[in-house]
C-alpha cells in the first residue's frame, strides 16, 4: 500500500521558515493530477492551504498568500511547501495530498502529518 510520506515539520519561532516536503512511499506508476497541502489546528476542521496541478499552476488560501510557496517534481510525485513569515495562527497539523490518474481513474493519497508549531 502507497503512503505519502511527510518531513520538514517543527518548532519554529515567529518569523521564521519551516520548508515541508512530502513524497510517496514508493514508485506510482501513474499520471499526475494534482497535489496540496491541507492544514488543521486543534478544534478546528480542516482546510486547503495550497494547490498545484501537473502544468504548475498553483493556488493559495488567503491567509498564506505571499508567505507560502508550493512547488512539485512531478516525475518523483514530490511536493513541498516552503513556508516563510510564519504565525502563530500557522500552528497545525499538515497534510499533504495527491490525485493520481490511472488510465483516466482518479486516486486520492494522503500522508500522516506533520506537526509545525510557531511559538517563541
Known amino acids: 500500500q502507497v503512503q505519502l510520506v511527510e518531513s520538514g515539520g517543527g518548532l519554529v ?16 506508476s501513474a499520471g499526475l493530477n494534482f497535489m496540496r497541502w491541507y492544514r488543521q489546528a486543534p478544534g478546528k476542521e ?19 498568500k505571499g508567505r507560502f510557496t508550493i512547488s512539485s517534481e512531478n516525475a518523483k510525485k514530490t511536493v513541498y511547501l ?15 495530498k ?19 508549531t510557531v511559538s517563541s
Not at 516552503?82 to 500552528?91: H, K
Not at 486516486?107 to 502529518?113: E, T, V
Open 46 to 64: 480542516r482546510e486547503l492551504v495550497a494547490h498545484i496541478n501537473s502544468f504548475g499552476n498553483t493556488n493559495y488560501a488567503d491567509s498564506v
Open 13 to 28: 519561532q515567529p518569523g521564521g521558515s519551516l520548508r515541508l516536503s512530502c513524497a510517496p512511499s514508493r514508485s506510482i
Open 98 to 116: 495527491m490525485q493520481a490518474n490511472f488510465n483516466g481513474v482518479s486516486w486520492d493519497y494522503w500522508g500522516q502529518g506533520t506537526q509545525v
Open 82 to 96: 516552503q513556508m516563510s513569515s510564519l504565525r502563530s495562527e500557522d500552528t497545525a497539523v499538515y497534510y499533504c
